[in-house]
């Protein structure tokens, strides 16, 4: 099970990158697109888009299933993943790197901390 501890992880399996300056990474995790299997198409959100925590602001579908993807932090979207439109696998294939969803900037950075580590999210599935 992959979950590197420089992120912070929801319980619905999204992560959040805030280790670069500026806006924070968002993608789901590797256990949720393990779960989905082959990811098919991408529904993103528009840039500028306020988000507000645990509100839906994506859709993902794979083989399987359909699903949305809630926004583990509050914040403004600032760039969207665009090349997931062409190559939605991307996900699937580098959930934490080529995979990230969006882009944002944080409304409220202390919402971080209501999120769970690498080491807790790894517990969290066990």
């Known amino acids: 099970m992959n979950a590197p501890d420089h992120l912070h992880f929801s319980e619905s399996h999204e992560w959040v990158d805030a280790t670069a300056p500026g806006a924070a990474a968002v993608g789901?995790?590797?256990?949720?697109?393990?779960?989905?299997?082959?990811?098919?198409?991408?529904?993103?959100p528009a840039v500028g888009r306020v988000l507000a925590k645990g509100e839906p602001f994506a859709v993902i579908e794979s083989v399987k299933a359909a699903?949305?993807?809630?926004?583990?932090?509050?914040?403004?979207?600032?760039?969207?993943?665009?090349?997931?439109?062409?190559?939605?696998?991307?996900?699937?294939?580098?959930?934490?790197?080529?995979?990230?969803?969006?882009?944002?900037t944080l409304s409220d950075p202390a919402e971080l901390d209501a999120l769970m580590t690498g080491q807790a999210y790894r517990e969290h599935l066990s």
């Open 28 to 44: 789901i995790s590797d256990h949720a697109q393990e779960e989905l299997t082959d990811v098919v198409y991408l529904e993103l």
């Open 67 to 104: 699903n949305d993807i809630y926004a583990p932090v509050s914040g403004v979207v600032v760039e969207v993943n665009s090349a997931l439109a062409e190559s939605p696998e991307a996900i699937n294939e580098d959930p934490y790197g080529a995979g990230w969803i969006v882009k944002i």
